[in-house]
């Protein structure tokens, strides 16, 4: 990923970045209609190589995303137990 960096300039990256993120939304889309995970699969792929340049440009550290992926699947099986507990 690093190399890319080199290559492309910033701008461009985040522009694609969007692009992969939308086509990654299309995808669940299609997965919803058609049941197809090969689209899927491919955006999916497509998206994560772009957030790993993207964590690399803004230099963000996977220790920080892993702890604050953690505090926020915390707080969404916290909140799914609040919600079964009022039924």
């Known amino acids: ?10 701008q461009n990256q985040l522009l694609l970045s969007m692009e992969e993120s939308s086509e990654f939304s299309q ?7 058609y049941g197809d995970t090969e689209p899927l699969l491919e955006e ?12 690399q440009l ?17 707080r ?3 909140n799914h137990i609040i919600i079964k507990k009022g039924d």
């Open 58 to 74: 803004f230099k963000i550290k996977k220790k920080e995303v892993n702890k604050r992926a953690k505090k926020k699947l915390i």
């Open 1 to 10: 990923c690093s190399k890319i960096l080199q290559i492309y300039p910033k």
């Open 27 to 33: 995808a669940i889309s299609k997965y919803i209609r």
């Open 76 to 78: 969404a099986l916290g």
């Open 44 to 55: 999916y792929t497509d998206l994560m190589v772009m957030m790993e340049q993207i964590r």
